[in-house]
């Protein structure tokens, strides 16, 4: 089993529907993270949070909202979505207590909006 | 703030030749180096990296990396492409006075030419 599962995997909604993304870890860690990803832009950062009461805003947060469950989910609503949401997103964890490590990755949720 | 430039959004390579894919950052502390390989459909998986031990790091797969602070680079290497190293790769930065946040590049797609 992955330790960093997000669903679904694919999904493909209307404009001006609301979704919502799941990500759920085994790992234990305490950071979580969500990106997307668009082509010849890298991963860009929506939304982080440091642990259950520390959400922060990343560089494009607008349009989006999170909500950390428990320490191993982290959601991510498009409260409206539109066509330029569209891309693959991913979660990611790390943990801030054995020092500094790598992100780890889900597998990642393809969106598509018409 | 932290940045991560990477030269070359495509790199072909023949199978056997030498794979140099280059990233510079930026960062007023020192900072943490990652390296992530992305298969088609599929998660970001760590190759290697850096955090302030040896400056030439080794990670999987026949891929090191070396750290130079001079010329504020961590290019990735390969001394020999295989055909199974085609795929996406990122260069990512984090520091502690980001809150050890991690930012990534726009990623190199490397092609190995049989």
């Known amino acids: 089993d992955a330790d960093v599962t997000q669903t679904p995997r694919n999904r493909i909604t209307k404009t001006g529907k609301r979704i919502m993304l799941e990500c759920s870890q085994t790992?234990?860690?305490?950071?979580m993270y969500w990106y997307r990803q668009d082509p010849g832009l890298g991963l860009r950062l929506i939304y982080y949070?440091?642990?259950?009461?520390?959400?922060n805003k990343g560089e494009i947060s607008d349009g989006y909202s999170v909500s950390r469950q428990a320490q191993a989910k982290f959601s991510l609503s498009l409260e409206s979505a539109i066509p330029n949401q569209t891309a693959l997103y991913f979660c990611?964890?790390?943990?801030?207590?054995?020092?500094?490590?790598?992100?780890?990755f889900g597998q990642g949720t393809r969106l598509t909006v018409v | 703030a932290q940045s991560v430039t990477q030269l070359g959004s495509h790199v072909s390579v023949s199978e056997g030749a030498l794979v140099l894919l280059r990233c510079n950052y930026s960062?007023?502390?020192?900072?943490?180096l990652f390296w992530y390989v992305q298969y088609p459909n599929q998660g970001l998986q760590l190759l290697l990296k850096?955090?302030?031990?040896?400056?030439l790091v080794k990670g999987i797969n026949g891929f090191e990396a070396e750290f130079k602070k001079s010329e504020t680079s961590f290019h990735l290497t390969k001394p020999s492409a295989h055909m199974s190293d085609a795929a996406e790769y990122f260069c990512?930065?984090?520091?502690?006075?980001?809150?050890?946040?991690?930012?990534f590049g726009t990623g190199t797609s490397l092609t190995v030419i049989p």
């Open positions: 990611a964890t790390s943990d801030s207590r054995t020092g500094h490590t790598e992100a780890f």
């Open positions: 790992k234990g860690h305490d950071r």
């Open positions: 949070s440091f642990d259950v009461k520390d959400i």
């Open positions: 960062s007023s502390v020192p900072p943490y």
């Open positions: 850096y955090t302030s031990a040896a400056t």
């Open positions: 990512a930065v984090s520091a502690p006075n980001t809150g050890n946040q991690f930012y």
